[in-house]
């Protein structure tokens, strides 16, 4: 480690002018290129106390072994010139922006004498127009398919083309009219270029004039009676708008900008681009980036701006581009994007309307791909093994907690409340073990009374396991499983659970009991995440208390400040934001809470979903259709006699009759029904038959709608 005074330049030797400068190591690396408005201000705050520097500065001052500079003219030049060094020594400690994937390109290759439509990724080449880049290379061909209908230009490759000339037949393109067939001389090369211009034209957002000039070309054609061609012009028209509805309108005022947003935290950054010309989004990419210097947003927008443009000339830097934060000072950018483009470029923050709305949808999927991104890091084992190590050092336990279960309670108002459980081995999540439950003990909403329910049930069904193999044993038996445990996977099922009947999943390293079920739980945590604060904390460690289990730690993770809250303990213990630990935790909890969402939400729609004839023991999906065939609809069905629904095919005389209560049960204005007899009556509910009998009333059962 150097230490930074042994090379400070001597006082009066560094310039007060803009300039570039370069930090060296003791190999006389670049590790670090800058620029100032004045090298003399920027490089002595470099060379002040360590202590007052930031943690990757002191790093860099500490790791370099010289520094050296180069005086130029404006603040334009030090842009330039700081892109061109990063782009040749690429130093390890400046931000260096990495696409998130290789994007496809629609390429139209004007460098040759025939030019080619193609989908192209990678570096860009010379005298080759780009539009994009897009999503996927698919969203290009289902483009390029209807543009070719108007401007047939060659889409095959140089051998096809060179076998097509030799053998003087086109392709089936040439022969479909999707191709000019230059090959075999159709149009010649100044023809079939100018088609290519035009399809350029119109990729750049000029579309309007060709869609103007063939509808009067239409219009002249059905003057002239030639029907057919007016018939063919129409099918172009609809081609070329099929085609821009690809692209929706985003902007009114068919402006042609570029919309940069950042997402950041302490450790990294993520910069989307979308790219508008026309008013239609034309194009999207991404980068990512490791903050390995002190660096504001602004400072991030620079750098993605000379990324995104620092080999770009003429039409390709836009007349305007938006971005959260400006550079500062914003002037030599904004200098130096005129001079890319060749005329002025707009540089701002939007403040209001559809640019405004648009730069907050780009933030978005800035946001999304910070996240995405963080998910794939998550699956470095060395990241993991760091998580769990400050989990465990967080909440002293004795060892990493290679086995955590977070639990949540989901429910809309009180209604469908049910729970999930996940499980993260090693940091990874194991779906396989995933469980779900539907709260039974009482009805209402009582998160606190739900946890302890969830924990209750769950490690009841653990200690049952452990009686069965011999690991545990009492005096008393262990309390017994209750039934609304379901264990549900995120693919296809593959077998049932005998004790709810609802389906499971087997994995081929799960323990499984003598008849050959897996065993649903028969692994304990070290850890179990809660999602909530002190109450639901202190309800799971209440739970595994009165099952005198106190080998397994709880904590909980309070959404609104990211505290995590112990068992008795009056303040919560706060984790560094940066921290790996803290970030396990929170996917940990994001995941329970998905996973509960998504349960109660089935079990919702399943309740809206359902019918009286549900509840009929015996009466499958068949006969339900068939029923509702033959009278066309419940209501018909609900004043239909027993006689007349032993019409319907497959239905008995006792299957009429449960089918008849059934549906005046859950129908309070439904006529009472003789089930002797069979008979409609009139009679208010409580009343009795013609006949005597008693008669079964459409009383509403008060648990109509939910499952049990």
Not at 516 to 536: S, T
Not at 563 to 580: A, N
Not at 662 to 678: D, E, F, I, K
């Amino acid at each position: 480690m150097a230490d930074p005074s042994s090379y400070r330049p001597k006082p009066g030797e560094i310039p007060d002018s803009p300039g570039v400068y370069r930090f060296r190591d003791e190999h006389r690396r670049v590790i670090y290129v800058g620029k100032a408005k004045s090298l003399r201000q920027r490089l002595a705050n470099y060379f002040q106390d360590l202590a007052g520097l930031h943690p990757r500065t002191r790093s860099m001052v500490t790791t370099a072994a010289s520094v050296e500079w180069t005086v130029v003219s404006t603040e334009v030049e030090a842009l330039q010139l700081e892109y061109s060094w990063i782009k040749e020594y690429d130093p390890r400690f400046n931000v260096k922006y990495r696409d998130d994937k290789s994007y496809p390109y629609l390429a139209v290759t004007m460098n040759e004498e025939y030019p080619r439509v193609q989908v192209m990724r990678g570096h860009k080449k010379k005298g080759v127009r780009y539009f994009g880049p897009y999503a996927h290379a698919w969203a290009i061909r289902d483009t390029v398919d209807l543009l070719l209908r108007v401007f047939p230009v060659r889409t095959c490759s140089a051998g096809v083309f060179k076998n097509a000339t030799r053998t003087g037949r086109p392709c089936l393109l040439g022969y479909i009219g999707k191709c000019s067939a230059p090959c075999v001389d159709r149009v010649s090369a100044d023809e079939h270029r100018e088609l290519a211009d035009e399809f350029c034209d119109f990729m750049t957002g000029r579309t309007n004039t060709y869609i103007r000039r063939l509808e009067k070309q239409m219009g002249e054609a059905a003057e002239d009676m030639e029907y057919e061609r007016a018939a063919r012009l129409r099918d172009d028209i609809e081609a070329l708008k099929k085609a821009m509805e690809k692209n929706a309108v985003v902007l009114a005022d068919a402006t042609d900008a570029d919309l940069i947003a950042v997402a950041e935290d302490e450790l990294e950054a993520a910069v989307q681009i979308f790219h508008v010309r026309g008013g239609r989004v034309r194009g999207q990419r991404g980068w990512v980036t490791d903050k390995v210097e002190e660096i504001t947003t602004g400072a991030l927008v620079e750098h993605a701006l000379q990324q995104l443009y620092g080999e770009e000339t003429g039409d390709a830097v836009p007349k305007e581009v938006l971005v959260p934060a400006l550079p500062d000072p914003v002037e030599p950018v904004q200098e130096w994007l005129t001079t890319r483009r060749g005329s002025g470029v707009s540089l701002r923050i939007p403040q209001r309307g559809d640019k405004k709305a648009l730069m907050e949808t780009v933030q978005r999927n800035a946001q999304q791909a910070l996240v995405l991104h963080k998910t794939k890091r998550a699956s470095d084992l060395t990241t993991r093994s760091r998580a769990l190590e400050e989990i465990a050092d967080a909440l002293e336990l004795d060892s990493a907690p290679l086995r955590i279960e977070c639990y949540d309670i989901s429910h809309l108002q009180g209604d469908d409340v049910v729970a999930s459980m996940v499980v993260f081995e090693d940091g990874l999540a194991r779906k396989s073990e995933y469980r779900r439950f539907q709260i039974k003990g009482f009805a209402g909403q009582d998160d606190v009374r739900s946890m302890h329910e969830v924990i209750t049930r769950r490690f009841r069904r653990y200690l049952a396991e452990k009686e069965k193999t011999g690991e545990w044993a009492d005096d008393e038996p262990a309390g017994s499983a209750e039934n609304g445990e379901s264990a549900e996977h995120e693919s296809s099922p593959t077998g049932t659970d005998t004790l709810t009947g609802t389906d499971t999943l087997t994995s081929a390293n799960t323990l499984t009991e003598d008849d050959g079920r897996p065993k649903k739980f028969a692994y304990p945590p070290q850890l179990v995440v809660v999602d909530g604060g002190a109450p639901q904390v202190a309800a799971a460690r209440r739970a595994l208390d009165e099952l005198g289990i106190d080998d397994i730690a709880v904590c909980g993770l309070a959404k609104r400040l990211e505290e995590v809250w112990l068992p008795g303990d009056d303040d919560p213990v706060v984790l560094p934001r940066t921290s790996e630990g803290l970030y396990l935790l929170q996917r940990v909890r994001d995941e329970a809470h998905r996973f509960a969402i998504s349960y109660q939400r089935t079990k919702r729609s399943k309740r809206f979903r359902s019918s009286p004839l549900d509840d009929v023991p015996g009466l499958g999906d068949t006969r339900k259709q068939a029923l509702l065939k033959h009278f066309g609809s419940l209501k018909k069905l609900r004043s239909a006699t027993i006689d007349q629904i032993c019409e319907v095919p497959g239905i008995g005389r006792k299957t009429a009759e449960t089918i008849a209560v059934a549906l005046a049960r859950s129908a309070p204005a439904a006529p009472a029904v003789n089930t002797a007899t069979g008979e409609i009556m009139e009679e208010e509910p409580g009343t009795m038959g013609s006949s005597g009998e008693p008669v079964t009333t459409g009383a509403p059962d008060e648990r109509r709608g939910q499952e049990t």
